[in-house]
C-alpha cells in the first residue's frame, strides 16, 4: 500500500523533468531577435595603413590616437590579433573626431626594431616603440616559414625609454644558422612581429 505514493511521486517528476525538457527545446527553436550588426559594417576608414617591419596593433593605433581595440574591430581581427607586414589596414575615425581631422602620422614616428647579432647573442634595438609594454621574445632557426622549432628567450619590457637596446643568449642549437627569425609578441594583444637576420 505505501509503494503507490512513491510511484505516484516519480511519475510527477518524471512528468516534471519532461516538460523542462519540451521547454528547452521549444526555445531553441522559437526564433531569436538578430544580433546587431558587428561593428565592422559601420566602420568609416579614415585612412588606409600598410604594415611594415617592426609594427604593432598598438603601435599603429598609437600613431592614429586610436585604440588598439578600434583598430582591431575596424579589420574584423580576432584573437590573436595577427598582422602581417604588406597588409594593408583600415584606420577608423578617432574617437570624437570627425573624418579628416586625424591626419597621419610620419614615417619617422613609427615603432620599429632591429636585429644584430653578437656572437652568441641577440642584440634587439627598439626605436620609438609604446612604453610600458611587454613582449615575449621567440627566435627560430630559418627565415618566414611554419613549422620551425621555436625558442624562448625571455620578455622585452618597453620601460620608460622607447629607444633602447636588450640582449639575450641564443640557444645553443642557433648558433650556426645562416638565418635566425626573430619574433616579438605582444603579452596584452598577442600581436606577433617578425624578422630575420643573415649571419
Not at 523542462?20 to 561593428?39: D, E, I, K, S, Y
Request: aromatic fraction near 8%; include cysteine.
Amino acid at each position: 500500500m505505501t509503494t503507490f505514493p512513491l510511484i505516484k511521486r516519480s511519475l510527477s517528476i518524471t512528468r516534471f523533468l519532461g516538460a523542462l525538457l519540451v521547454l528547452a527545446l521549444l526555445a531553441g527553436v522559437v526564433p531569436q531577435p538578430a544580433l546587431a550588426a558587428p561593428t565592422t559594417a559601420t566602420v568609416s576608414c579614415n585612412t588606409k595603413y600598410t604594415v611594415k617591419s617592426g609594427d604593432t596593433l598598438s603601435s599603429i593605433a598609437a600613431q592614429y590616437k586610436i585604440s588598439w581595440t578600434e583598430l582591431a574591430a575596424a579589420n574584423d581581427l580576432k584573437t590573436p590579433y595577427t598582422i602581417f607586414i604588406g597588409e594593408v589596414l583600415c584606420v577608423p575615425v578617432a574617437s570624437g573626431t570627425t573624418s579628416g581631422s586625424t591626419s597621419s602620422s610620419s614615417s619617422s614616428n613609427k615603432a620599429s626594431f632591429s636585429l644584430a647579432l653578437d656572437g652568441k647573442n641577440l642584440v634587439i634595438k627598439t626605436s620609438k616603440f609604446p612604453t610600458k609594454n611587454f613582449y615575449y621574445v621567440k627566435v627560430a632557426e630559418g627565415r618566414f616559414h611554419a613549422g620551425s622549432v621555436t625558442y624562448k628567450l625571455g620578455i622585452l619590457k618597453v620601460g620608460k625609454n622607447p629607444d633602447h637596446s636588450y640582449t639575450y643568449k641564443l640557444p645553443n642549437e642557433l648558433n650556426s644558422a645562416d638565418y635566425v627569425l626573430v619574433c616579438l609578441k605582444n603579452v596584452v594583444t598577442d600581436v606577433n612581429t617578425c624578422r630575420s637576420i643573415k649571419r
